[in-house]
């Protein structure tokens, strides 16, 4: 997928050009001024410098720009979905924007001083992209499938350090609760769960809980990872995070624009496990590793194609 990295101000002039209206829901619609001309003929040296025009460059008195960018042009300019996909590593992170127009996928992405837009690729060659990215299923383990998790559960395992924390904000402030080290006694533990939840918490039932759902272990007054769910816990505290936010625009109406559906995967690539809302109530999360046809399945919905298959 070849990316385009082109200067704000050509750019505008650009996307002036496509065929039809540029919807208010395009991510470089706040771009577009009274101002912008749309004349390419001052930008012909850049454009053939960089290889963004057709062949013959001129078509019928017009400026021909490369067919694919052209297409990802009329995509930026008219999504109905937008995608975004961040992955933090031991090492690295990075973060992917792309919307599409429910037939083909481009990055739209922008900075102060460029845009950058791709080649558009089909969305099911996109969807096999994000499934190559997130790594194969796996085995379900028949005697326990998953775990549904209290956000309470969640923060005391220490995912209060991920990503998920903090919305993905860098500006947020550091957590003032620190990941517990296992084993600890189960006093140090109270008096840290206390400084988080408040000397109300009902230690006993929280602790309790965990212990009775194999959670912890308790011996001799010491908590620890229970051996049944070490494998889960290794993946929530692995440092390998990948998350995929779908946004729906209905209409193409920036004004209706529905709350993101946000898929978490937690753990290092062909080892993910999924963490999904259960209960907006009561804010649970349902932790469980797919199939390789549940993860198809689920990667359907996350990137629109479910949508497609339905419709056919």
């Known amino acids: 997928m070849a990316v385009y ?3 704000t101000d ?3 002039n650009l996307l002036i050009n496509i065929d039809g209206e540029i919807s208010p829901a395009s991510p470089f619609a706040p771009l577009l001024t009274d101002e912008v001309s749309g004349d390419l003929e001052p930008l012909l040296p850049w454009l053939e410098e960089h290889d963004l025009l057709d062949s013959p460059a001129k078509q019928n008195g017009k400026v021909a720009l490369l067919p694919s960018l052209r297409r990802s042009l009329d995509v930026v300019a008219r999504p109905i979905r937008g995608i975004i996909v961040s992955e933090i590593g031991l090492e690295s992170s990075q973060r992917a924007a792309y919307v599409t127009d429910g037939i083909d996928v481009s990055i739209a992405m922008l900075d102060p001083n460029n845009c950058r837009i791709s080649d558009p690729v089909d969305l099911e060659a996109f969807r096999d992209d994000v499934l190559i990215g997130i790594g194969s299923g796996g085995k379900q383990s028949k005697k ?3 775990y549904r998790l209290h956000p309470i559960v969640l923060t005391i395992l220490g995912s209060l350090q991920g990503p998920w924390g903090d919305d993905g904000n860098e500006d947020a402030p550091e957590p003032i609760f620190q990941a517990l080290t296992w ?8 008096v840290r769960l206390k400084e988080l939840l408040g000397e ?3 230690m006993e039932e929280i602790l309790g809980g965990m212990i009775e759902d194999n959670i912890l272990e308790s011996e001799n007054s010491t908590l620890n990872i229970h051996p049944e769910f070490a494998p889960w816990y290794d993946r929530i505290n692995s440092g390998h995070f990948l998350e995929i936010q779908r946004l729906e625009i209905p209409d193409s109406d920036i004004s209706r624009l529905s709350s993101a559906v946000r898929a978490v995967l937690v753990g290092p690539k062909d080892d993910r496990v999924v963490m999904w809302p259960a209960d907006d109530d009561t804010g649970d999360v349902l932790i ?8 198809l399945s689920f990667v359907n919905f996350l990137v629109g194609w479910a949508d497609i298959e339905e419709e056919e």
């Open 5 to 7: 990295e082109i200067p």
């Open 10 to 12: 050509t750019f505008r």
């Open 144 to 146: 326990n499938p998953g």
């Open 183 to 190: 084993p600890i006694s189960r006093l140090e533990c109270e």
């Open 200 to 202: 109300d918490a009902d």
């Open 288 to 295: 469980f590793k797919p199939t390789a046809e549940e993860l």
